[in-house]
């Protein structure tokens, strides 16, 4: 599905992403910008429209902190009831849709996954190396890599007592479908996940944010009736263990700033611009 050529165009789109925040003051042109990751200016027009179906120019406006706070300002559209508005056909709800958590037993909790065996892979996408591994009931664990062996470590350190073996298996195939970006015919992803009910609550919030929409860390902990808990959702967020299938990096700071990302901030950036882009594309071809 995805390739090496993929991984190594978003390693340059997530330089250039980085280059253009360390220098905003400066504005850099297109063409500086283009220098900097190595590639000509026609070629770094053509890697963007690639990869993200739009423009250098336009992709950069997306993740520019103006949009940013435009779209928490908007209060035309609930980013929690946008099926109406943006049309049933479109991919805003599409997590919501298509992405189901079920909580480990209690047992299986505590345990850190004892008797549980985890199929685990490492699979490129268009956002760099996935580590993408299951239980025989869902997926338990996606997240960007940017050394396998320290993503697996990750993965086992969270089930200590888990039986992790390196097999591919179809739960996986699911998940790589939805960094494709023809979702017509995408599966149910079952998500087999351990986490306490706070964080499976805020994990499920998360799910109901549409695509090119951005919400805060208030507001999510407003959707779940815990108000005065905006920290403790940061915390939950930040421990999401589904990277992009669980949305976490469409909540950002009140003020429009990204903070942080378990992933990577320019990886979030990444996120953010893509999908802004891909709503676009529908509205405009719809």
């Known amino acids: 599905m995805f390739t090496t050529q993929d991984m190594l165009n978003y390693e340059r789109i997530e330089a250039a992403i980085d280059f253009v925040k360390t220098h905003y003051q400066r504005q850099p042109s297109l063409a500086t910008i283009a220098e900097h990751v190595h590639v000509s200016p026609d070629h770094f027009q053509r890697l963007f429209q690639d990869w993200a179906g739009t423009s250098p120019k336009k992709f950069l406006q997306y993740i520019d902190l103006y949009h940013a706070k435009h779209l928490l300002a908007d209060k035309q559209l609930s980013l929690f009831d946008a099926t109406h508005e943006l049309g049933l056909s479109s ?3 599409l997590h919501d849709m298509f992405v189901q ?4 037993t209690p047992a299986e909790y505590k345990n850190g996954g004892r008797n549980l065996l985890i199929s685990y892979a490492h699979y490129p996408t268009l956002f760099g190396e996935l580590l993408v591994a299951s239980t025989e009931k869902g ?3 996606v997240a ?7 993503a697996l470590a990750a993965l086992q350190k969270m089930y200590p007592e888990a039986n992790c073996v390196e097999a591919e298996h179809t739960l996986h ?3 790589l479908a939805f960094f494709a970006k023809d979702w017509q015919e995408l599966s149910t992803v079952k998500l087999h996940l351990r986490g306490t009910d706070f964080q499976l609550k805020v994990w499920e919030a998360l799910l109901k944010i549409p695509a090119g929409k951005l919400s805060t860390y208030q507001h999510i902990a407003q959707q779940i009736n815990h108000d005065k808990s905006s920290r403790a959702v940061g915390n939950a967020i930040g421990r999401n263990p589904v990277a992009f299938l669980i949305p976490c990096h469409r909540v950002i700071q009140s003020s429009g700033l990204l903070g942080g990302y378990r992933w990577g901030v320019n990886r979030k950036s990444a996120l953010i611009g893509w999908e802004g882009a891909h709503e676009e594309n529908l509205r405009t071809n719809s």
């Open 91 to 93: 991919t805003s709800r």
């Open 101 to 104: 958590i079920e909580g480990m």
């Open 139 to 141: 997926i338990c664990y």
């Open 144 to 150: 960007f890599e940017e050394k396998e062996r320290d």
């Open 173 to 175: 195939q699911p998940v």
